[in-house]
């Protein structure tokens, strides 16, 4: 099973950016934590980080054919607006997990609307590096439902 994770603008400075919101950990640290909670699960993840809006459209439209059983979004701040990355995962026929180091909820009210709430299939945010490794559960969860 595939799962594909994708990073959005700015994830690529996780550790450097904001550590009272975000902790310490690099995306690197958080891609070695969803493959080692991948293997366990028995799926292969791929991880994918841009800080350009039409490569990660791009991307998206790529999984419709390479094999990808289920996505896991943290989309950063084009969550909060980016209507192009909504229709584009709004084409995906598999489950679509959105996630958040923060608990954006708890921020400026800019970040309490998600343009993608509507489409995906559930929402975590608040927990950190755990964000993510929460929303690979789902993922898988929700492909093995999907399935039996
Ligand atoms: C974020 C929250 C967004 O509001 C912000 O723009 C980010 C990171 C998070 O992981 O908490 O870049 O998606």
Known sequence: MKILVLHGINLNMFGKRDPAQYGTATLADIEASLQALGSELGAQVESYQTN??????????AAHTDGTAAVVI???????????LRDALAILKCPVIEVHMSNVHAREAFRHVSVFSEIVKG????????????????AV????????
């Open 52 to 61: 350009i809006e039409g490569q990660m459209a791009e991307r998206i439209h």
């Open 74 to 84: 943290n989309a950063g701040a084009w969550t909060h607006y980016s209507y192009g």
């Open 123 to 138: 929402q975590i945010c608040g927990f950190g590096v755990d964000s993510y490794l929460l929303g690979l559960r789902a």
């Open 141 to 148: 969860s929700a492909v093995q439902q999907a399935r039996s």
